[in-house]
């Protein structure tokens, strides 16, 4: 009996020890490294100390080329919760994220950068938060803000707002979240298809924000700091830009749940735009509308605040300044430690010089709404960038992109076509060498290459193009860069143009007849038609459209009187849709449409029989609308 019993309890335990051992664990810390060794081993000492032992340690090493390999083949000989991924060639951070998810196990995904250091209770306490809060999708939590440039400096306590609702009205404006700080539900990723997306470098992590926020999850915060968070700062620059677009076309996405046109906030202040959200809050509920009309309180300037102050537009923010009319100083409301005084304000001109940023000076409205007016060509509706007819372009190229330089007939300015915000005077232009001073960025000298057609900038010039260019400048014969017929400027013209849904200029080849939207420039396509006050246009997204000039107004207005649809190749139906009612521009030949009010959405048409239409959205995936016989359809099952 007593071989029975002790056989019985040895297959008992054996029994257990093999159940905790194929039972996968609660948590999956999941991180991303390259070429990091000099950091990494600090930050995996973090994980491998944390309180909280029941997680799995996925690291994928995205090809580096350092010593970052051989330790972590050390530290996974030394544990075995350690599963390392390697990509051969470097596929970037997003491919190693949706890798990493992929490989997941656990319950939880807690997200680690390579540079990073947990506290040693931070997977503990989002644990026991996740295990009590079970419709939190996202939890993220405080970090100590550590400046790598200057390491002496003391770590920053930053925390993250509380409730919820704080946390979504707050990434309508901005990413207010440390993303190696959140802990993710998995079955929530899983169960809405959720990754991160390659189309938005260098803020996915706010774009799975946006999905989560699309699919009704919640996210939630720790407000405690459980996080050494290093911001890397050390990307090259044209990773910011991309960051900057990315999230830019994330905030529209946000906006577009409480406008048919999210960039009408681009000229709200945050106490405007949050009375844009309240109106549209009860129908999309958004948020709770009674914290919501609390926010708006403590961002709106008070009654008696109201008369002293002016809106400013400035390049880089909206915001109120409160003004003392007897000593003439006035401060930012939404940040009040910038402060300065007035200088004058007449003729609707209002000058002012700040404490710590000097002089600058505004256009305002009767009602003391100003445009900063050093950035002329941004009023785009009623002024133009030159206040020129037309313009030439010539391709150019730097370091950080390639682009054209549109020049104004005068060769007194200029500005890159694929960016107008970014003008520049020209200081000289002679024996092939342009040197401009942009407004933002300073001083730059361009090299003309005949060969290529091509100004380079002088740092982004290699030795052999800077001697050919060189060479070819002391062969010829020019007193100034104007007159070289090797430039072969293409010619342009300028128009302002209306349409229902923007106002903008119209830049028009007159031989090639190519156009496109001067602040929009992938919108372009080919003039059919320009001669007795009509133009016709065919855009290579939205097909063929009319213009008429307005002797009045002094340019071209989209004329009404637009070509037939609801043809055999294209319909247009009006769509109600849970968040918003607008018309769908159908291309059945192309297999794509888009919605009209925002050219943004588009997607592909899977099919459109017996008036049901199945749609592919490029963001949102798939849906089904029904039809009646005269083109007004319902999301299906929309409740």
């Not at 306590?157 to 990434?171: A, F, N, R």
């Not at 390049?315 to 401060?331: L, M, S």
């Amino acid at each position: 009996m007593r071989k029975i019993f002790l056989f019985f309890v040895f297959a008992l335990l054996l029994g257990i020890i093999c159940f905790l051992l194929g039972r996968p664990p609660l948590v999956s810390v999941v991180m991303s490294t390259y070429n990091r060794a000099d950091v990494l081993p600090t930050a995996i000492l973090s994980v491998l100390k944390q309180t909280y032992q029941d997680f799995e340690f996925i690291i994928i090493d995205d090809g580096s080329t350092d010593e970052t390999p051989e330790i972590l083949k050390k530290f996974a000989e030394r544990d075995h919760r350690i599963v390392v991924l390697t990509n051969k060639p470097n596929r970037g951070l997003i491919f190693s994220l949706n890798r990493g998810l992929k490989a997941a196990r656990g319950r939880y995904i807690a997200r680690m950068d390579d540079d990073d250091i947990m506290m040693p209770n931070r997977l503990e306490h989002q644990v026991r938060f996740m295990d009590v809060s079970p419709k939190t999708s996202i939890l993220a939590t405080g970090y100590y803000y550590k400046n790598r440039k200057r390491p002496e400096m003391d770590l920053i306590p930053v925390s993250c707002p509380i409730p919820s609702d704080h946390i979504l009205l707050d990434l309508l404006f901005e990413n207010i979240l440390a993303h190696p700080t959140i802990m993710i539900r998995k079955s929530f990723l899983e169960d809405h298809h959720i990754q991160y997306d390659f189309r938005f470098k260098g803020a996915e992590d706010y774009d799975l924000y946006r999905q989560v926020i699309f699919n009704r999850g919640v996210i939630s915060c720790f407000p405690k700091p459980l996080m050494i968070y290093a911001r890397k700062g050390d990307n090259p620059f044209v990773f910011y830009i991309d960051q900057s677009k990315s999230a830019r076309s994330i905030k529209n996405l946000l906006w577009s749940l409480f406008s048919d046109d999210p960039q009408k906030r681009d000229n709200l202040s945050k106490c405007d735009a949050l009375k844009l959200v309240l109106d549209k809050n009860k129908s999309v509920q958004y948020v709770d509308q009674t914290l919501l009309e609390s926010v708006i309180e403590e961002a709106c300037p008070s009654a008696v605040q109201k008369p002293n102050s002016f809106f400013l537009l400035h390049t880089g923010w909206r915001d109120y300044i409160i003004t003392d009319p007897q000593k003439k100083t006035f401060y930012r409301f939404a940040s009040p430690l910038e402060t300065g005084r007035i200088i004058s304000f007449q003729d609707h001109i209002l000058r002012i010089k700040w404490d710590r940023w000097g002089e600058e000076a505004f256009s305002c409205d009767s009602q003391q709404n100003c445009r900063l007016r050093e950035d002329d060509h941004k009023e785009a509706v009623d002024e133009s960038p030159f206040n020129l007819k037309d313009v030439e372009i010539y391709k150019a190229k730097n370091k950080i992109w390639e682009d054209y330089f549109v020049i104004s007939k005068d060769h007194s300015r200029l500005y890159r076509q694929n960016h107008p915000r970014e003008t520049a005077r020209i200081l000289s232009w002679s024996n092939n060498k342009l040197r401009i001073k942009w407004n933002h960025w300073g001083e730059e000298l361009f090299l003309y290459d005949t060969a290529s057609d091509v100004f380079i900038g002088q740092e982004g010039a290699d030795d052999k193009k800077e001697n050919q260019s060189s060479s070819q400048q002391q062969k010829a014969s020019l007193t100034t860069g104007l007159d070289d017929e090797s430039l072969s400027p293409k010619k342009a013209n300028l128009y302002q143009a209306e349409h229902s849904h923007w106002k903008d200029f119209l830049v028009i080849h007159p031989t090639a007849k190519w156009v496109y939207r001067l602040f929009e420039p992938k919108e372009k396509g080919q003039v059919l038609y320009q001669k007795d006050d009509l133009l016709k246009i065919k855009w290579d997204r939205w097909g063929e459209e009319r213009f008429v000039w307005d002797k009045i107004k002094k340019r071209y207005v989209r004329s009404k009187e637009q070509p037939a649809k609801n043809t055999a190749e294209e319909k247009v139906l009006t769509v109600k849709h849970r968040f918003w009612k607008d018309k769908l521009i159908v291309n059945l030949k192309k297999k794509k449409f888009h919605r009209k009010s925002n050219l943004q959405e588009t997607g592909t048409v899977i099919s459109f029989k017996d008036n049901i239409l199945k749609v592919n959205w490029d963001l949102w995936g798939k849906e089904t609308f029904v039809c009646d016989e005269e083109f007004n359809c319902s999301l299906q099952n929309d409740k």
